[in-house]
């Protein structure tokens, strides 16, 4: 059963524009939720984070949003550039823990120029 | 500093083998962790460590092994390999404060891919 769910496997968007990415959860223990961007044949990298006690965090042209009632985050690229190309995965963690990370599947961003 | 470094980066086992996943991390940190990704799948705890000396079991544990004698290393060991660990393994590494550890970030190394035939 999944607790963090990424419903599109992959996204493609034209460059300068907005890209959308999604993701719901189930836990409702959950209280911190990140966004990691992967490249091939590299590990996750961390991009931006939020707590459940903001509904929003702003980072340059990344903004996460959760919605915290609805069990649902999303993550705003504004503008959407040809770099950021890659899978971006959904994770979340339960407070109190030791920082086991629950990950989505990811969804594979394409920007095109 | 390097960050997290996974040796080696690709390897092919047959079934039955053994072998021991390299991990280590230069940032001083409290918490390390291992993952693996299965194609098309996202990432699952395997083992983690919140110092030396400590370990515990992730979500998927099985067929594996883990030690922690230093801060710096975090080994992984298959001892007998089986075509179902057939996986990319990820090493992670967090500072891990006594405050609120679970929202630390964490650095990932690049990845050991594994083929068990």
């Known amino acids: 059963d999944q607790q963090v769910k990424q419903n599109s496997p992959s996204l493609s968007v034209q460059e300068g524009r907005i890209s959308i990415l999604n993701c719901d959860y189930t836990n409702s223990m959950f209280d911190y939720f990140l966004w990691y961007k992967k490249y091939p044949a590299e590990g996750p990298t961390f991009l931006i984070s939020?707590?459940?006690?903001?509904d929003k965090n702003e980072d340059g042209r990344f903004t996460v949003f959760l919605n915290k009632s609805a069990k649902h985050l999303s993550l705003h690229i504004v503008p959407s550039q040809p770099g950021d190309s890659a899978v971006y995965f959904c994770?979340?963690?339960?407070?109190?823990?030791?920082?086991?990370?629950?990950f989505g599947k990811g969804t594979k961003l394409s920007v095109k120029p | 500093n390097a960050g997290v470094t996974q040796t080696p980066k690709f390897r092919i086992l047959k079934i039955g083998q053994s072998m021991t996943l390299q991990c280590t991390q230069d940032m001083n940190h409290n918490y390390m962790y291992w993952y693996r990704q299965d194609p098309g799948m996202g990432l699952k705890l395997i083992y983690y460590?919140?110092?030396?000396?400590?370990?515990d079991k992730g979500e998927v544990p099985n067929g594996y092994n883990v030690s922690r004698s230093t801060t710096e290393d975090f080994p992984l060991r298959l001892e007998l390999a089986a075509p179902s660990q057939t996986s990319v393994y990820f090493c992670?590494?967090?500072?891990?404060?006594?405050?609120?550890?679970?929202?630390?970030?964490?650095?990932f190394g690049p990845g050991t891919r594994l083929l068990v035939l």
């Open positions: 460590s919140v110092g030396a000396g400590i370990t």
């Open positions: 994770a979340a963690s339960v407070e109190g823990s030791q920082g086991n990370l629950i």
């Open positions: 992670a590494s967090s500072y891990g404060s006594r405050n609120r550890p679970n929202q630390e970030t964490q650095y």
């Open positions: 939020i707590s459940s006690i903001k």
